[in-house]
Antibody, heavy 115, light 113 residues
Framework: EVQLVESGGGLVQPGGSLRLSCVAS????????MSWVRQAPGKGLEWVAN????????YYVDSVKGRFTISRDNAKNSLYLQMNSLRAEDTAVYYC????????WGQGTMVTVSS | DVVMTQSPLSLPVTLGQPASISCRSS???????????LNWFQQRPGQSPRRLIY???NRDPGVPDRFSGSGSGTDFTLKISRVEAEDVGVYYC??????????FGGGTKVEIK
């Protein structure tokens, strides 16, 4: 079964850090761009970051540049999002998705930034 | 950045009746490779998004044929020929032609009257 499973969310104070993980199964992970997309409570979808198959290209939405880092380990079929200097406005469900098609999505992991 | 504008925000529909959602982009979504990278997603309550339509009008496997996508350039439409109870949720368009950033429409909430 083709699947993406995220983990690593939780409650963190403003200014803190968190690392999200996404494990892929059922397809050749190393052949695909991968993406993070987030959804604030009661709001719409917002693309966060994309990463090429070999890690040679990474792109971010302006609001997270310099604070978030996308990475991957193809040997572990895993995608990561290192989130530093977290702000209240980063509170959201974070989804990983198979890019560029966005045909496969995980179940999401909730990140809450609050004191 | 390409702005995606959806309308309406909310769409109350009677079961068995058709529904139509509009998505407009701030610039043409025709890519230099000739493709138009416009997707439609469905997000049912409490669930992750699910892709329904890719490249304007191509239905994903398992998507009922009552869903159809059309349009070109900057104007796109998602139609549901006969709304069923399981179609309740929020629908999003997304452009993948001019990125970064990839951009989504604001969403259209489909509910049963």
């Amino acid at each position: 079964e083709v699947q993406l499973v995220e983990s690593g969310g939780g409650l963190v104070q403003p200014g803190g850090s968190l690392r999200l993980s996404c494990v892929a199964s059922g397809f050749t992970f190393s052949s695909y761009w991968m993406s993070w997309v987030r959804q604030a409570p009661g709001k719409g979808l917002e693309w966060v970051a994309n990463m090429k198959q070999d890690g040679s290209e990474k792109y971010y939405v302006d609001s997270v540049k310099g604070r978030f880092t996308i990475s991957r380990d193809n040997a572990k079929n895993s995608l990561y999002l290192q989130m530093n200097s977290l702000r209240a406005e980063d509170t959201a469900v974070y989804y990983c998705a198979r890019a560029k098609a966005f045909d496969i999505w995980g179940q999401g992991t909730m990140v809450t930034v609050s004191s | 950045d390409v702005v995606m504008t959806q309308s309406p925000l909310s769409l109350p529909v009677t079961l068995g009746q058709p529904a139509s959602i509009s998505c407009r982009s701030s610039q043409s979504l025709v890519h230099s490779d000739g493709n138009t990278y416009l997707n439609w997603f469905q997000q049912r309550p409490g669930q992750s998004p699910r892709r329904l339509i890719y490249k304007v009008s191509n239905r994903d496997p398992g998507v009922p044929d009552r869903f159809s996508g059309s349009g070109s350039g900057t104007d796109f439409t998602l139609k549901i020929s006969r709304v069923e109870a399981e179609d309740v949720g929020v629908y999003y368009c997304m452009q993948g032609t001019h990125w970064p950033p990839l951009t989504f429409g604001g969403g259209t909430k489909v509910e049963i009257k």
